[in-house]
């Protein structure tokens, strides 16, 4: 099965206020929709900065399924982000 990994940029021309690892606008609205791409969609590491900055762990985990990711990083030696994030 293919796979792909989403990048935490910000496209303003698509989406102003989310990068695009949390814009449904991105993830499914031009990968899956547009584009028809079926394969597996996972996160980068949801405790870089420019994700970690703006929200805690549970909150990205959350918005990245909402946004169509189907799996989510969390890469750093702390178990209780991890928990958090589950």
């Known amino acids: 099965m293919a796979s792909i ?11 102003e206020e989310r990068p695009a690892t949390l814009s449904p606008h991105v993830v499914d609205g031009i990968l899956k929709q547009e584009l028809a791409y079926d394969g ?4 980068d590491d949801l405790e870089m900065s420019a994700i970690s900055s703006r929200y805690a762990p549970g909150e990205a985990a959350v918005r990245c399924i909402a946004a169509g990711c189907d799996a989510f990083l969390v890469c750093g030696p702390d178990p209780e982000k991890h928990v958090q994030a589950i």
């Open 40 to 43: 597996l969609v996972v996160s």
């Open 5 to 15: 990994m989403t990048a935490h940029v910000l496209l303003p021309a698509i989406d």
